[in-house]
């Protein structure tokens, strides 16, 4: 979220990156609402001031046996103390009005990230491995694994309804064993801590990574007011809601394998068939905070560790640069990285890496103090996917299926499958 006091002094600038988002300018309207705030404001303070000043008038006009003056003040003070008290109010309404129209605002994008609409706009920035070649036709993974009797999701639509799916035998162990190797990737050689943290959040930790107020419809939320998490980020970026660092903390990293549960509300005819686009997922979720001056560094970092898992997979993806109006709404800047899925004949996104600069941070009251001492400054905080693990799963069905049925194992998952080479459906 935005500090006005920023907008006051840099209004050219944030309308430039409004306009870079396609969005209309809104600096003016925004001083307009915080000038009638502070104009408010000063009345009231020059209000509290007269009645304390009258308050000590009335005593001295008593010592002084002044009954007429005495009352007088008595009925000013009255009159202020009934103007302050709809004053302190409409100072609430006036505050709470700033805010609703600040906190619906998105990050602005950094000056590298590249001008455009939507994803016909996105900049592909490099490949990696060639997509396989098959002697048949390569079938999707969802044919893939109704196939093999593994995925079911007739039973999925029984118990819970559309766009679930119950895993079983091999592929169940499948998306253990790959969300298993990528925490033992990122813990054991990117330095990430794991955490398990918790699935279900309050309001203000929804708020604090920016799902909150403006992204509710895309979320769940039980019947006493908490919210299912859509990813871990919201988990773990909290983790340093309402604290002060210390400049030796950082980079502070963090990885956790979690559901993740979207309404998926803007996806209607979208997906419809198989493990693309569900309301329940797991993921890999890479969180970092860091010092300002380190985030972009980091970024690149956090997006290379994402990659890391793809290669060692033996999986084909490109990473892409998302344009202005392609970027989520708390991000700066944010690189996709798509795994290429035979079935569909195209790249799909896997994974998602963004810096969000100092947007999230305001929002939870995060902050450091530097070790040479001086004002706490807020921190900036990062996130990706490191990876999807439901997609990964489909990547390596698709990638690796062969013309009998059968799905082969990648190398690097081969230990975490207990030595199972082969995925064929059960005798």
């Known amino acids: 979220?935005?500090?006005?006091?920023?907008?006051?002094?840099?209004?050219?600038?944030?309308?430039?990156?409004?306009?870079?988002?396609?969005?209309?300018?809104?600096?003016?309207?925004?001083?307009?609402?915080?000038?009638?705030?502070?104009?408010?404001?000063?009345?009231?303070?020059?209000?509290?001031?007269?009645?304390?000043?009258?308050?000590?008038?009335?005593?001295?006009?008593?010592?002084?046996?002044?009954?007429?003056v005495a009352n007088e003040l008595m009925a000013e003070v009255a009159e202020l103390k009934e103007f302050i008290q709809g004053g302190e109010e409409e100072e609430r309404q006036l505050d709470a009005k700033l805010k609703a129209e600040l906190e619906v605002i998105p990050n602005l994008p950094l000056d590298d990230v590249p001008l455009g609409k939507d994803e016909k706009d996105n900049k592909v920035i490099r490949k990696v491995g060639t997509p396989p070649q098959f002697k048949f036709k390569p079938k999707q993974h969802f044919e893939i694994g109704e196939a093999l009797g593994l995925m079911d999701f007739e039973t999925a639509a029984k118990i819970s309804g559309a766009r679930f799916v119950v895993l079983k035998g091999a592929l169940a162990r499948l998306e253990r064993a790959l969300a298993a190797f990528m925490l033992d990737l990122h813990t054991g050689e990117f330095g990430y801590t794991e955490s398990a943290p918790p699935y279900l959040v309050?309001?203000?930790?929804?708020?604090?990574?920016?799902?909150?107020?403006?992204?509710?419809?895309?979320?769940?939320?039980?019947?006493?007011?908490?919210?299912?998490?859509?990813?871990?980020?919201?988990?773990?970026?909290?983790?340093?809601?309402?604290?002060?660092?210390?400049?030796?903390?950082?980079?502070?990293?963090?990885?956790?394998?979690?559901?993740?549960?979207?309404?998926?509300?803007?996806?209607?005819?979208?997906?419809?068939?198989?493990?693309?686009?569900?309301?329940?997922?797991?993921?890999?979720?890479?969180?970092?905070?860091?010092?300002?001056?380190?985030?972009?560094?980091?970024?690149?970092?956090?997006?290379?560790?994402?990659?890391e898992v793809l290669k060692r997979l033996g999986l084909p993806f490109r990473t892409i640069l998302l344009c202005t109006g392609d970027m989520g709404f708390a991000a700066q800047k944010t690189y996709d990285i798509e795994v290429w899925l035979p079935g569909e004949d195209t790249y799909r996104e896997i994974s998602s890496c963004s810096v969000c600069g100092d947007f999230q941070a305001r929002r939870m009251e995060a902050r450091?103090?530097?070790?040479?001492?001086?004002?706490?400054?807020?921190?900036?905080?990062?996130?990706?996917?490191?990876?999807?693990?439901?997609?990964?799963?489909?990547?390596?069905?698709?990638?690796?299926?062969?013309?009998?049925?059968?799905?082969?194992?990648?190398?690097?998952?081969?230990?975490y499958m207990g030595g199972l080479t082969k995925i064929e459906k059960p005798a």
């Open 202 to 307: 309050r309001d203000a930790a929804a708020y604090g990574t920016g799902n909150l107020p403006k992204f509710a419809e895309d979320l769940f939320q039980t019947t006493n007011g908490f919210w299912l998490i859509p990813t871990a980020e919201v988990s773990l970026t909290n983790f340093v809601r309402e604290t002060t660092l210390d400049e030796a903390q950082l980079p502070i990293r963090l990885t956790a394998w979690t559901p993740c549960f979207r309404s998926e509300a803007g996806a209607a005819g979208k997906d419809t068939r198989g493990m693309i686009r569900q309301h329940q997922f797991s993921k890999v979720e890479l969180v970092s905070i860091t010092a300002p001056e380190d985030s972009r560094a980091e970024h690149e970092r956090m997006t290379a560790c994402a990659r």
């Open 368 to 415: 450091f103090r530097r070790a040479t001492g001086g004002k706490p400054e807020y921190v900036h905080t990062l996130n990706g996917s490191g990876l999807a693990v439901g997609r990964t799963l489909i990547a390596v069905l698709e990638n690796y299926q062969e013309a009998d049925g059968s799905v082969a194992i990648p190398e690097a998952l081969v230990p």
């Open 1 to 68: 979220m935005f500090d006005i006091k920023w907008i006051r002094d840099n209004a050219e600038a944030f309308d430039a990156g409004l306009k870079r988002r396609g969005l209309k300018p809104l600096a003016n309207t925004l001083l307009q609402l915080d000038e009638a705030r502070r104009l408010h404001l000063t009345k009231l303070q020059d209000a509290q001031a007269r009645r304390n000043a009258a308050s000590k008038e009335i005593g001295k006009a008593k010592a002084a046996k002044d009954e007429k």
